[in-house]
């Protein structure tokens, strides 16, 4: 148990590390200039295609209740 235990606090700083960053990353976006969103523009479709993969999203869950 002591073992489960270590696992699960494990992933759960990685998570709370991995969000803290998403956030220093969505604050660093928003005063940056036009220059540097060009190399972002990658990352945005790859999030798009990871999107299509998925069936249905939460928001239609969400609309259709």
């Not at 956030?23 to 972002?40: I, L, Q, Y």
């Not at 523009?41 to 999030?47: I, L, M, S, T, Y």
């Given at each position: 148990?002591?073992?489960n235990?270590?696992?699960?606090?494990?992933?759960?700083?990685?998570?709370?590390?991995?969000?803290?960053?998403?956030?220093?990353?969505?604050?660093?976006?928003?005063?940056?200039?036009?220059?540097?969103?060009?190399?972002v523009?990658?990352?945005?479709?790859?999030d798009?295609?990871?999107?299509?993969?998925?069936?249905?999203?939460?928001?239609?869950?969400?609309?259709?209740?």
């Amino acid at each position: 148990r002591l073992v489960n235990r270590f696992r699960v606090s494990k992933s759960e700083k990685q998570a709370t590390e991995m969000l803290e960053e998403i956030d220093t990353r969505m604050s660093k976006k928003a005063p940056k200039p036009k220059k540097e969103t060009k190399p972002v523009v990658k990352h945005h479709h790859e999030d798009e295609e990871a999107e299509e993969l998925i069936p249905f999203g939460d928001d239609n869950d969400f609309s259709d209740f």
